[in-house]
């Protein structure tokens, strides 16, 4: 699979389950949800995704084995931290379908405004992202420096936010829209 074609599955198929994901992860005492999704999210991304058949139950597998291993290598599990993991169900997806929809969409319009993006700002967004690269494997993986990546990434994050600013604007002329996506300057 190409990574543009793993970043749209990846993105069409996983990123609207992180929320719930997230808020399962909250109920597990001594458990950093931040690095837990991280580290699904590296998980997710190496997977062979034609063999996924139900990708929201697939990520919260991925994440309850990443607890689990992260109960283990702890040694020491309160009776808290086992009674909390036996009691958390994983949500049902049918009180999702209206957020799901929601969510799809949202995901089409980050897809299109992430392949709108210049080509350095791109690589970064999806390698820090969504690959989960720390600033410096980042640099070392484009061959740039960090402030380069540290640059890109927020010119990136920038222009998404001036793209989802001008989506959320009614349409009035005048330039109120995103702006030029490609420079990250407003037409305000």
């Keep these: 699979m190409l990574p543009e074609e793993r970043n749209h599955w990846l993105a069409t198929h996983i990123l609207p389950h992180e929320g719930d994901v997230r808020s399962w992860l909250r109920r597990f005492s001594g458990i ?16 062979d995704h034609a063999s996924i058949r139900f990708p929201r139950a697939w990520f919260f597998a991925v994440a ?28 049902d997806q049918g009180q999702a379908v209206e957020r799901s929809v929601t969510a799809r969409q949202e995901l089409r319009f980050l897809d299109q405004v992430a392949r709108d993006l210049p080509d350095r ?22 061959n740039v420096s960090e402030n380069v990546v540290e640059k890109q990434l927020a010119r990136a994050l920038r222009i ?6 001008g989506r959320d604007l009614p349409a009035q002329g005048g330039g109120h829209g995103p ?10």
Excluded at 34 to 47: C, G, M, N, S
Excluded at 179 to 187: A, C, E, Q, Y
């Design 160 to 165: 998404i936010g001036m793209a989802y600013a």
């Design 32 to 47: 950093e949800s931040d690095d837990i999704i991280q580290q699904a999210w590296v998980e997710l991304a190496e997977a």
């Design 64 to 91: 309850r084995n990443l607890v689990l291993q992260h109960y283990r290598k702890a040694r020491i599990v309160s009776f808290d931290s086992l009674t909390d993991f036996s009691g958390a169900e994983i949500p």
């Design 179 to 188: 702006g030029d996506l490609r420079t990250g300057k407003s037409n305000a």
């Design 121 to 142: 700002c791109r690589d970064v967004f999806v390698l820090r992202r969504f690959y989960g690269y720390s600033q410096r494997e980042c640099a070392l993986h484009l």
